[in-house]
């Protein structure tokens, strides 16, 4: 159960069934998700939410102006407490594209793939719960 001391993370992605699939991972994680379609949206969201916010985690490609790399640069420019991770399965990141505090998955990616980036990209006291064991 939630608790106004659960972390929040925001999942950017315009495919449904995996954004929904992100959030499950997280909120077995730990995290209180907000799901948003693309970059506009998750600024407006943080704008207003950035102190409640752990980890931004991203899709590159999306519609709107805002893709996940110029989100990711936004991100870490305004709000530089947010951790970020961005995904892709069609697009990796090249020199410049991505702020220096920001780290890469490729999709497809599964719980223990995330759980155990987010182990090493969090610090000790935002660190993901243990996966529970049907998760192993």
Request: net charge negative; with cysteine; hydrophobic share 40%.
């Amino acid at each position: 159960m939630p608790t106004s001391l659960t972390p929040y993370a925001v999942v950017v992605e315009d495919d449904p069934i995996i954004s929904m699939e992100t959030a499950y991972i997280l909120e077995e994680a730990g995290f209180r998700v907000h799901e948003c379609l693309g970059g506009d949206e998750a600024i407006a969201h943080l704008s207003h939410h950035w102190e409640r916010t752990v980890l931004l985690f991203s899709d590159v490609d999306m519609p709107g102006a805002i893709d996940g790399f110029a989100l990711a640069r936004h991100v870490a420019e305004h709000w530089p407490p947010i951790e970020i991770v961005i995904a892709s399965g069609h697009v990796s990141p090249n020199q410049g594209d991505m702020p220096e505090k920001a780290t890469f998955l490729s999709k497809p990616f599964n719980q223990r793939t995330v759980h155990d980036h987010l182990k090493r990209i969090l610090p000790n006291d935002k660190k993901p719960e243990p996966l529970k064991k049907a998760a192993l």
